[in-house]
């Protein structure tokens, strides 16, 4: 579905993403874990089409960002990081107006209102939302176009967990109904309840990818006696760091 | 139907008219500023002066008072004789201020700004010697008044020539005030309200989420150009309304013309609100841009004071800038009855310029 093959990219003389290649699936959830800097932002962007690559090609479901910009824009649902959205414009009226970007009415705005459970708020001013409601907001949002592939850039961060649990909810209900999900986090019980494959990045870098038992079983095989019996322990032996940090 | 472009304006309506403090500055400020203006410098036809008469062996106090009663009597008549209304030309004629000083008091009144000119008999006849400042506009004016009014009282005492009128529309500090305040709204509500808006949207990150969608992307900031547009236009009506009413500033050229600068000045600084905000990302840079463009052109541009006092060479670069133009095109429409033959070209200019700083702002547009 989503071929990335041999991408870099640098900003001055930082080098956020060194020669990645990764195959994404249809139909499958995949995690993006690592430390800060370690690159997954950067990457996502650049699955988005919202950073170029310094090298290496993109390609999604055959189609270029180069090429087929407005196409790909109408079939990927994204939520970034830290993304603030007018103060003063209803929930309801947020969601029209991306609605509206999608050729989309107003009935689209009120299916995703029950979807992201935000109905009883649908007249409050986006500024008087609390942080995980505009979470389900941006992820709302995402969701509008009724996306085939689903990108969300740490869509839980900062949330309590009563609040993160909403949001697995929602990811959950949309893996029964067979979506694909890129998603970034720093939180490993994310990673193991909500995707099927996990991809741990360090420095720029894909250190390993598979699912949970195949990164547990690889790191036997690697470690003996020693190896990981957890994702957390796994992470600090490949990377020497809690995620955190 | 829920169609983006619309959406657009109206998500920006709403952001507008859901702010008090936005509504109190685009509307109340300019009336009020208008307002405390028009009645600080007079609606009298910006004549009003403050000249001595110095007092000496010759021309002793009682000299002057005697004069001076010739004097008031001049200004009266010309004041009246000439007057559309009776009410502007009484103003205008208690406008002149008199004060009897010696040469030394006179010379430090001036150096201070209290009068604008001093007037002392020449010794040996009847001529007066005016000193003052040519540059100075209130001094030449005062000495046109008191000079007209003189050739008057002597009319009056069966001598003299005629005087003619110096109440005409459009001469008063409010009429030439009012055309600038408007043409300064149009770039400060174009810089603040669009340019601004679009940095602090790139701050929030929400212009590259709005990028991430098949929006296009000119229509985006062409949204902001209508909806800019249709708030100043209520922001110029709310203006015009006031000044008409309370002062009674007229519209004396073309509406047809009125309107086709107004969209043309709207062009020219919404393009150039565009073109600002294509790369900032940082508030203070921001802010810093907005000022640097808006401060030179309000004091360039003779928004509250003409800008021939400027030196000669100065004038065509003046000239040149899209306040000047906006405001010396409106200003002749309100107080000179031009039309399309003359603001046709400035029109042009301004909605050429619009364009050209809204291509350039595309192409290097950073929406991330």
Sequence with gaps: ?245 | MNRPFANLVALQFKEFFREPEIIFWAFVLPIVLSWLLGIAIGTGGGTTATAAVIESAEAPREYWLSWMERVKIGIEETGIRGASSSKSASREASGVEFLVLSRDEALLALKKGRIALFIEKIPGGDALRYSFDPRNGEARMGHLVIDRALDAGARAHGEGNEVASLEIQGTRYIDFLVPGLLAMDIMSSALWGIGWALIEIRIKKLLRRMAATPMHKSMYLCSHFVTRLIVNALEFLALYLFVYFYFGVKIQGSVPALIAIFIAGNMAFAGLSVLMSSRTANPRVGNGLINAITFPMMLLSGIFFSYHHFPGWAIPLVRKLPLTMLADSMRSIFNEGAGFAQVGLPALILAAMGMVFFYVGMKIYKWN
């Design chain 1, 1 to 245: 579905m989503i071929s990335v093959r041999n991408i870099s990219k640098s900003f001055k003389d930082v080098q956020a993403v060194r020669v990645v290649s990764l195959e994404f699936e249809k139909g499958r959830f995949v995690a993006l874990l690592g430390p800060n800097g370690a690159g997954k932002t950067t990457l996502v962007e650049m699955i988005e089409g919202i950073q170029k690559p310094d090298a290496g090609t993109i390609t999604i479901l055959g189609k270029s960002w180069r090429h087929d910009e407005r196409h790909l824009r109408r079939i990927i649902g994204l939520a970034l990081q830290e993304t603030n959205f007018i103060d003063k414009l209803t929930v309801e009226e947020t969601l029209r107006l991306f609605a509206s970007f999608f050729g989309l009415g107003r009935e689209r705005a009120r299916e995703i209102l029950d979807l992201i459970n935000l109905g009883e708020k649908r007249r409050s001013y986006v500024m008087n939302l609390s942080h995980g409601m505009r979470q389900r907001l941006s992820i709302g949002i995402a969701l509008i176009n009724d996306p085939e592939i689903l990108i969300l850039d740490e869509p839980t961060t900062g949330l309590d967990p009563v609040a993160r649990r909403e949001i697995w909810d929602i990811l959950m209900n949309l893996k029964k109904r067979g979506a694909s999900l890129i998603l970034t986090t720093h939180y490993m019980e994310e990673a193991e309840y909500l995707c099927d494959d996990i991809v741990i990045m360090d420095k720029g870098r894909v250190l390993v990818r598979g699912t949970l038992d195949e990164l547990l079983k690889a790191d036997g095989e690697r470690n003996g006696a020693r190896g990981a019996q957890s994702l957390d322990e796994l992470f600090i032996s490949l990377t020497g760091r809690h995620l955190n940090e």
